[in-house]
């Protein structure tokens, strides 16, 4: 499914944010966790996604 520039944008925002669950990012998009990580890496400069994976891996707020 091709999604709009704004809906990317606010799932990049919300995968960027603490306190939001990858289960939240699943409700109001329809992405599961994996789905999720593919498109920072699609989306971001190589740099970027490895600091965002380093920054949520293991973090409890990400998974509820």
């Known amino acids: 499914m091709e999604r709009s ?3 990317i944008d606010r ?3 919300m995968a960027w944010e603490d306190r939001t669950s990858f289960d939240a990012i699943k409700a ?6 994996k789905e999720v990580i593919n498109l920072m890496r699609r989306e971001m ?4 996604f490895r600091m ?3 920054r949520v891996q293991g973090r409890k ?3 509820r």
Do not use: M, V
């Not at 400069?45 to 970027?48: A, F, H, Q, T």
């Open 61 to 63: 707020t990400k998974h």
């Open 28 to 33: 109001q998009f329809g992405l599961s966790e």
């Open 45 to 48: 400069k190589p740099s970027s």
């Open 5 to 7: 520039e704004r809906d």
């Open 11 to 13: 799932i990049i925002e």
């Open 52 to 54: 965002w994976r380093k």
